[in-house]
């Protein structure tokens, strides 16, 4: 499986979380879909077709806890036969990042992506540059 970084920074703290976790297909990209790095997908369409869906679901549940007068949602879990997917997220010098991981339930669990999570949270943090401005990204 292959991982790819637009922003170098974002690399060594995914192929980290890639393996500890456990994790099949791995997206990190801004809240408006931008993908920064991904691990495990073969075909561009598919990286943007998750990245754009996963920045929805993420802006959704951000609405629903606004309406609901709480902060947003730290996580999301969604739990099939086979697959289970986790969407959270993170917060780095480059503003706040979403991160979109499927697993297999016969390989990893959500207990494990979610204890590698707060690894993988920690060092974008401690990764991400802080005095610089954002290039554009074009994924």
Do not use: C
Not at 72 to 77: D, G, K, S, Y
Not at 93 to 117: E, K, N, P, W
């Amino acid at each position: 499986m292959s991982t790819r970084a637009v922003e170098a920074w974002t690399l060594e703290p995914l192929v980290k979380f890639v393996k500890e976790a456990g994790a099949r297909l791995v997206l990190v990209m801004t809240s408006a879909g931008q993908v920064l790095a991904q691990h495990g997908f073969s075909r561009a369409m598919d990286v943007m077709s998750a990245a754009a869906l996963g920045a929805a679901i993420m802006a959704s549940t951000d609405e629903i806890a606004r309406q609901m007068q709480q902060p947003p949602f730290a996580a999301l879990n969604h739990q099939g036969e086979r697959h289970g997917i986790f969407l959270a997220g993170v917060m780095t010098g480059r503003g706040r990042l979403i991160a979109l991981v499927a697993y297999d339930l016969g390989a990893s669990s959500l207990g494990l992506v979610q204890l590698f999570f707060e690894q993988l949270a920690t060092d974008l943090q401690a990764a991400s540059p802080k005095d610089s401005v954002p290039k554009q990204v074009l994924a």
